[in-house]
Structure formats: structure tokens, C-alpha cells
T-cell receptor
Framework: GAVVSQHPSWVICKSGTSVKIECRSL??????MFWYRQFPKQSLMLMAT?????????EQGVEKDKFLINHASLTLSTLTVTSAHPEDSSFYIC????????????FGPGTRLTVT | QQPVQSPQAVILREGEDAVINCSSS?????VHWYRQKHGEAPVFLMI?????EQKGHEKISASFNEKKQQSSLYLTASQLSYSGTYFC???????????FGQGTTLQVKP
């Protein structure tokens, strides 16, 4: 099956610093990728749609200047959390859809971000 | 809009059956079901497309009622490994963009 990787798997940073999370589709090209955030015991909340070659589309309530998304190639999307604060601590998961009749969604393993 | 799942939590004994429901207020193209273990990413179970289809995978099956915009996940003869949180994700326009329900926590006891 299709594989999506994320790096790093976990990161601890100090308040005010920025953190970059990478999402790669390893065996297929993804012109679109999605970024989700999940707080403990809650659902996956869609943050934004990452589009190769164009600007990301952010969901309502998500600050685009704080969560910078760059879809650098057909296999790589990055999410940068700028000026991180403790309330940004969460589990960040990317996914890449692959069209096989309908879009099958492949999730990365997730990145656990802790801001101290 | 976020689909609504019910029940919020289920506790079963091994071998018992369970049904998890997912209801949307929007017309749907597809419904995707996932299971997530604590601290891990969601694992894909199955996709159902509009047209009212049913699917089965070992002892886990699902149905999709397009008219009612509802999907149900059926877990039969549950095993300890079935424990986790189940999410339905809905796609309204075959875009790959999924909106997830709030999740149903399933605990299977020996």
C-alpha cells in the first residue's frame, strides 16, 4: 500500500521558536496533502489543504500566518508552526489522497509537538 | 460540518458485537472509516461510496445509506485488538478532503 512519512515523529521546543514538520508521500505523487491537528481525546481537525504549486487553503479559524504550509514538490509538504506557544502542543498528522476510483486517504504516522 | 457519531463509547466483552453510527447533515460522496490506537495515526478500515453500498472486511463490515446520509460500522465477534477509537470521515465532493466525526471509543475486555 501507499506510504506517507512524517518527520520528526516528536519534537519539543521552547515557546517562541518555530518548528518545521515534513510530510512525504513515498511511492506516489500527491498534488494535494492535508494537515490535521488532534488534541488529546479529541477528533482530527482539518487545518489546511496543501496544494502543490499554489497557496494552501486554510480552514476557518486557522491562522495562516502562524501555520505556514509549503508544498515544495509532488511528494513533499511542510508545516511550520511559527512562534510556537504551549497551546500549540498537539499531535499533527498529514495525509495524502491517492485517486483509485475514489480518493483513498493515506495518513502519516503523526508528529507529537510539545511546546514548553 | 462535522459528522455526528454514536455512541460516544462502547464497552464489550470478547465475542460480542457492536454498531457505530455516523450521520451527516450534508450530502456525501463517500464515507471513510478509521481506527486509531492511543498515540498512533489512524488506520484505514474501508471506504463506502454513495449508491448505498455495503462492504465487509473479515468481521468488520459497513453500510452507507446515501439518502439518509448515514453510515454504520458493524463489528462482529469482537476481539481484544478491536479496542481503540473509531472515526468516520466524510467527503462531500470526491476531493479527498475528509471531515471527521468526534470518534467512538471502543473497549473490548477479556
Amino acid at each position: 500500500g501507499a506510504v506517507v512519512s512524517q518527520h520528526p515523529s516528536w519534537v519539543i521546543c521552547k515557546s517562541g521558536t518555530s518548528v518545521k514538520i515534513e510530510c512525504r508521500s513515498l511511492d506516489f505523487q500527491a498534488t494535494t496533502m492535508f494537515w490535521y491537528r488532534q488534541f488529546p481525546k479529541q477528533s482530527l481537525m482539518l487545518m489546511a489543504t496543501s496544494n502543490e504549486g499554489s497557496k494552501a487553503t486554510y480552514e476557518q479559524g486557522v491562522e495562516k500566518d502562524k501555520f505556514l504550509i509549503n508544498h515544495a514538490s509532488l511528494t513533499l509538504s511542510t508545516l511550520t508552526v511559527t512562534s510556537a506557544h504551549p497551546e500549540d502542543s498537539s499531535f499533527y498528522i498529514c495525509s495524502a489522497p491517492r485517486l483509485a476510483g475514489t480518493y483513498e486517504q493515506y495518513f502519516g504516522p503523526g508528529t507529537r509537538l510539545t511546546v514548553t | 460540518q462535522q459528522p455526528v457519531q454514536s455512541p460516544q463509547a462502547v464497552i464489550l466483552r470478547e465475542g460480542e458485537d457492536a454498531v457505530i453510527n455516523c450521520s451527516s447533515s450534508k450530502a456525501l460522496y463517500s464515507v471513510h472509516w478509521y481506527r486509531q490506537k492511543h498515540g498512533e495515526a489512524p488506520v484505514f478500515l474501508m471506504i463506502l461510496l454513495k449508491g448505498g453500498e455495503q462492504k465487509g472486511h473479515e468481521k468488520i463490515s459497513a453500510s452507507f445509506n446515501e439518502k439518509k446520509q448515514q453510515s454504520s460500522l458493524y463489528l462482529t465477534a469482537s476481539q481484544l485488538s478491536y479496542s481503540g477509537t473509531y472515526f468516520c470521515g466524510t467527503d462531500s465532493g470526491n476531493t479527498g478532503k475528509l471531515i471527521f466525526g468526534q470518534g467512538t471509543t471502543l473497549q473490548v475486555k477479556p
